[in-house]
């Protein structure tokens, strides 16, 4: 979509609001420089006292007092019709860009920072609200009233006419130039804004990293160097803000001092009546009050077309051809229960960019698993059948987070390598392939939410349907008695990404969540992190019962998370280097072996 063909898209949203807006806008006008007409011939009517002239006098009074009334009610009506358009393109942007961002692929959002497009969302649409709202109503009050406005002062009286507007060409000659500048500064500005909000959002996100490390002042310094750039730009912005674009103003003024010379001259020469300058001025005014506005309306105007690049740059994202398409419910159904198979696959991060190991599919990225041109995962090949339970051993840096996440389809791999029940995984769309999987990070996203919502979170979502209640999967995850130790129970809010929690609590929260609605395989990347091994293997035997007939994979570095699964993948440096059961890998594999051993020690050294 280009720029025009957005902008028209988007006006045609509320075009009938539009339509009348613009008629009201004209109504207002048209009355504002019907006005004046009378108040001359009222004037003028001032020095004669026949009766006659009297009545006109009263009747040119009373049309002054009514069309006034009129144009309040009229201007009232063209601010509601205009203005309100603006807030209902905010909100349907709002929407659509939500709904383009759900939608576009891993590699959009590992080239956009979560903060530049929070910036973009958050700051960058009221410049298009504005846009749409007072600079709509602003663009046909100045056409209307720089059109209307000087035929009516031509009548008066031409000469006049042509020395007031050669002021405001003049003026308007040395506004365009601060103009040109102002629209390089706010482009700049924008960019600084944006870079801020996504470092700012970086570094919160590592907060608890920062302060173990002792990185405040460092930190400090870098948001501080953004901060001075954002402050030298805006400054410079008001520096022109205040000395060029006020000139507008000046040229009001002096524009006035013209009319009140010349006009007196014409009056003393008999050109020009007391009622014509009277009028003349209050035609001044109209005109002046377009020129007063024409320094913000262009700010507005701005600022809406350097928003419009900043959202189209979202909009404009191409969305991967698969996830434009969905399977046919015979198809979905066909594939209920199926198997899952990966056949030979490898993978490496374009340009050096990867998920961090631990973080899941969120974001970040480390050189655990990345090194520049080697991938990250080597000729995997492994099924998991309907109702089976796999495991994946790991250390850090094996390539476990890279798996789950080519497994789950947050990056994009080989056709052929992934399939689900016969059918490549490449020619499913993401929205069709979380309908059989779902996958549980250590570091889940919670809201701001109350704990029962959060477990509820998705439960809603197109082709699923709970089949189980809170209460039942909260005691599976191990986490109702800390419920039932909270003030609110399980309407307590834990606040944004689940602050008040522990790390444990977040994580059997987020296993509630995925116990709550069915799925034919459930991917658990190494969820119980953050709890002790005795609550780890609870929580695994009470999900295993639940999940009796469904395939589960559970990745680990924990060797106690492991024992009891069918079958346990050994991975090292991306690839298999052993499989088998608990007891086979203790009996034919080193590193297995090794692990277990160290491991076992673990619980005695914590204690």
């Not at 759900?102 to 609200?129: A, C, E, M, W």
């Not at 020009?272 to 262009?298: D, Q, W």
Request: proline content about 3%; hydrophobic content about 45%; charged content about 20%.
């Amino acid at each position: 979509m280009t720029k025009p063909q957005f902008i028209f898209h988007y006006l045609l949203l509320n075009k009938y609001s539009y339509l009348f807006a613009i008629l009201c806008i004209f109504i207002v006008n048209w009355l504002q420089v019907e006005i004046p007409r009378f108040i001359q011939l009222a004037v003028d009517l001032l020095s004669q006292t026949t009766r006659v002239a009297q009545e006109e006098l009263v009747g040119n009074v009373k049309m002054v007092v009514a069309l006034s009334l009129v144009m309040v009610l009229v201007r009232i009506l063209s601010r509601m019709l205009a203005l309100n358009p603006g807030r209902i393109t905010e909100a349907q942007l709002k929407n659509d860009l939500f709904y383009r961002l759900n939608r576009l692929p891993s590699v959009f959002h590992q080239q956009y920072p979560t903060g530049k497009l929070i910036s973009i969302i958050n700051n960058d649409l009221n410049g298009i609200r504005a846009f749409y709202g007072i600079g709509f109503l602003q663009l046909f009050n100045i056409l209307f009233a720089l059109s209307l406005t000087p035929i009516w002062m031509w009548k008066i009286s031409p000469s006049l006419t042509l020395y007031s507007v050669i002021i405001v060409v003049v003026a308007f000659a040395f506004f365009h130039l601060g103009f040109r500048r102002l629209r390089a500064l706010r482009q700049k500005r924008m960019t600084h804004l944006q870079d801020l909000s996504a470092q700012l959002m970086t570094y919160l996100s590592g907060i608890d990293l920062i302060k173990n490390q002792q990185m405040g002042d460092w930190v400090s310094a870098e948001v501080s160097k953004l901060n001075e750039q954002l402050y030298d730009c805006t400054l410079e912005i008001t520096r022109i803000q205040t000395f060029v674009m006020p000139v507008l103003d000046y040229a009001n003024h002096f524009m006035k001092v013209l009319i009140l010379g010349l006009g007196g001259y014409y009056l003393i020469q008999q050109d020009l009546t007391i009622g014509e300058i009277t009028a003349f001025l209050s035609y001044s005014v109209l005109l002046a009050l377009p020129l007063m506005h024409l320094g913000r309306i262009v700010t507005v105007f701005q600022m809406g077309m350097l928003s419009i690049d900043s959202v189209q740059m979202i909009l404009n994202a191409p969305i991967p051809e698969v996830d434009q398409t969905r399977l046919d419910r015979a198809t979905m159904d066909s594939l209920k229960g199926a198997d899952l198979e990966v056949r030979n696959l490898s993978f490496q991060y374009p340009d050096n960019a990867g998920a961090s190991e631990g973080e899941g599919v969120a974001e970040g990225v480390t050189n655990a698993e990345t090194q520049p041109g080697q991938p990250v995962l080597r000729h995997l090949s492994f099924t998991i059948p309907h109702g089976r339970k796999v495991g994946i051993l790991g250390s850090i840096g094996s390539g476990k987070s890279t798996l789950v996440n080519c497994l789950n389809h947050h990056l994009q791999v080989r056709p052929g390598t992934i399939f689900w029940g016969g059918v490549d995984l490449t020619r499913m769309s993401r929205r069709d392939w979380r309908q059989f999987v779902r996958t549980v990070t250590q570091d889940p996203y919670l809201f701001s939410d109350s704990i029962v919502e959060n477990v509820r979170f998705g439960a809603q979502s197109e082709g699923f349907e709970a089949w189980s209640d809170v209460d039942q999967v909260l005691e599976l995850s191990e986490l109702s008695d800390d419920v039932g130790r909270f003030v609110d129970g399980d309407q307590t809010v834990v606040g944004e990404k689940g602050i008040m929690l522990s790390g444990g609590q977040k994580q059997r929260l987020s296993i509630a969540r995925a116990l709550l609605t069915p799925s034919d395989l459930i991917i658990l990347d190494n969820v119980l992190s953050a709890v002790d091994y005795e609550t780890e293997r609870k929580i695994l035997q009470g999900v295993f019962e639940h999940l009796k007939g469904q395939s589960v994979l559970v990745v680990s570095h924990r060797i106690s998370a492991l024992e009891m699964m069918d079958e346990i993948l050994v991975l090292d440096q991306g690839e298999i280097i052993a499989r088998g059961n608990h007891r086979q890998l203790l009996a034919t594999s080193d590193y297995y072996r090794e692990t277990w051993s160290l491991q076992q020690h673990e619980p005695q050294s914590a204690a």
